[in-house]
């Protein structure tokens, strides 16, 4: 089983990735969605939470070995980031949504210098867009971001499109495609609700589940 389809099935496992045609959930965005990941999850099962650390090292080394700095994006991908810091023995800073409202004002938290190289870790990527602001918080202060580690991404044609024309490498643990295949060998998805899944991830601000609703009336 390749990593993508292990840590697909460890997030089901944990509840962390968690998939419902029937109950769609709604984001922020007000998109509908049959697909949750909530990787804040993975703090609590150790067994997990030491896979992802090892992987996102291992990403990092691979794909980035002149890192000098990584940096985590507040607040989800703060714990990931400092796990795989850790280990990797690399000094480690986050980047907030916006600047402290108290105090120094800060936005970066912790020590980075100009023309540092910086890897970016984050947990989840839907648009890319969060994330794709935190690289330009990092760039106005003179950081050099060489690219971003995650832990699942949905995929989207629009985050492919964003991280290519911000010039920002992606790498993450797990995807969309991993999870669609693992759902249906553990059947959880059925085969027939896999266009109905399919569609989503092309179109998920205009998708509607067509999976029949339970009648919950009084007879």
Same mark, same amino acid.
């Given at each position: 089983m390749s990593t993508q389809k292990h840590f697909a099935e460890k997030l089901l +496992? %944990? !509840? &962390?990735l968690q998939i419902n045609l029937q109950k769609p959930y709604v984001w &922020?965005?007000?998109?509908?969605s049959p697909v949750y990941c909530d990787n804040r999850k993975v703090l609590s099962y150790p067994y997990v939470r030491d896979f992802v650390k090892s992987e996102l090292a291992n990403?990092? /080394?691979e794909h980035f070995p002149d890192a000098e700095v990584i940096a985590g994006v507040a607040t989800a991908g703060i714990a990931h980031g400092?796990? &795989?810091a850790d280990l990797l023995k690399l000094p480690f800073i986050y980047v907030r949504s916006k600047p402290k409202e108290h105090g120094m004002g800060n936005q970066i938290e912790g020590v980075l210098e100009k023309g540092q190289k910086v890897v970016v870790i984050e947990d989840l990527i839907s648009t890319g867009k969060s994330s794709l602001q935190v690289v330009d918080v990092l760039r106005e202060q003179g950081a050099e971001v060489i690219g971003m580690c995650g832990l699942f991404t949905y995929g989207f044609t629009a985050a492919t499109e964003a991280f290519e024309k911000a010039m920002v490498p992606l790498h993450t643990i797990s995807n969309y495609a991993a999870l669609m295949e693992v759902a249906e060998e /553990?059947? %959880?998805v +059925? &085969?027939?609700? !896999?266009?109905m899944l399919g569609q989503w991830r092309i179109d998920p601000g205009n998708w509607k589940t067509t999976f029949p609703q339970e009648d919950h009336s009084l007879k």
């Open positions: +496992q %944990i !509840k &962390a &922020a965005s007000g998109w509908n990403m990092v /080394l400092v796990m &795989a /553990l059947k %959880i +059925q &085969a027939e609700h !896999k266009e």
